[in-house]
Every structure is written in C-alpha cells, then in structure tokens.
C-alpha cells in the first residue's frame, strides 16, 4: 500500500478508492466498466513491479459485493455487516453487557468485533469502544480477568443498540 498503490496513483494509473486488507483489495467506483479497468490496469502495473496476482480469483466490479468481511456497496459509498455475523455480534454484546468479569481473550476478541461493527457506523463511533481497549490495560495472559466496570457494560450495550438499528440493506 505505502509503495506500489501509491506509485500506482503517482502515475494515473489508480485513480479510484482501493480498500486494501492483507492480499485482498478492491477498487471502488460509480462505474462498473471504468473500475475493473482501474483494476486491470493496476494489476498490469503491479507485475511490472514483480507483484502477481491471481486473477481467476477476481470478481468483476458490482453494486453490492461483499469484499473483507463487509458488504460494500458502491451506489450509497457504505459497508455493513452480513446479516449472520451482525445477529452473531449482537449476541456476543449481549452476552457480555451482562458478565462480571471478562479474560483478556475474551476482551480482545469483543474488542475486534466491535471495531469491525463500528467501522459500519458514522465517523466517531468508534468512541463506543473507549471503556473495552481500557479493561485490557495492564493485562498480559489471555486467562487474566478484569471485573467489568458500568461505564464498559453500557459501551457493549450502546454498540449492540446502534447495531439494532434498522439499516435499508437489512429490511424484508
């Protein structure tokens, strides 16, 4: 990303947003036809670098494509949740609102999906998360515990409100 995707946009080669999460990207544009040229274009550009890819793995360019771990849709510029994992995150908030204590295994895997789910909220959601990263402070085994405290009970609540929340793509 730091080299190749901005050498790639320092030549007018990509001119699109490009999301890009370990080895998967994707390149996000109104028009299906000029964004998987942006991307076959990058691609052409990257092996002249020594960088393949595996292009009977790509999908052409949709309105609605789910792409790391998020639906993402290029007519409203949003990303959600699949409906399984949404209910599944849900669930787990729930389930912790309601706990005592939590292990610092069970902070950390909370904590990652409850940023995935606020990366599907407005800017500044993430505040959300405040009280969870600071329960793990301290803690250095995945069995050490923490007791809950009120202030991170109401942040796994208020996430899993905002995530209730009736969103277009969830309707029928």
């Known amino acids: 990303v730091d ?3 901005q050498m790639a946009r320092s030549e007018a080669v990509l001119r699109l947003p490009m999301p890009v999460y370990v080895d998967d990207l994707a390149v996000i544009g109104p028009d299906a036809e000029i964004t998987d040229a942006q991307m076959e274009a990058f691609q052409e550009f990257a092996e002249g670098f020594g960088v393949f890819f595996k292009k009977s793995k790509d999908k052409r360019a949709a309105q609605r494509q789910l792409m790391l771990g998020f639906v993402w849709d290029s007519l409203t510029f949003t990303r959600t949740l699949e ?26 895997s909370v904590a990652g ?8 909220m407005p800017p500044g959601a993430s505040v959300l998360m405040r009280n969870m990263f600071k329960m793990t402070h301290g803690l250095s085994k995945p069995w050490q515990r923490r007791r809950t405290t009120s202030a991170a009970r109401q942040d796994f609540a208020d996430v899993k409100q905002d995530l209730r929340i009736e969103r277009p793509e969830a309707r029928g």
């Open 3 to 5: 080299v190749l995707v």
């Open 83 to 108: 409906e399984h994992k949404l209910r599944a995150y849900i669930d787990l908030l729930l389930d912790y609102a309601g706990r005592p204590s939590l292990s610092l295994r069970e902070l950390q």
């Open 113 to 120: 999906k409850a940023q995935r789910a606020v990366m599907t």
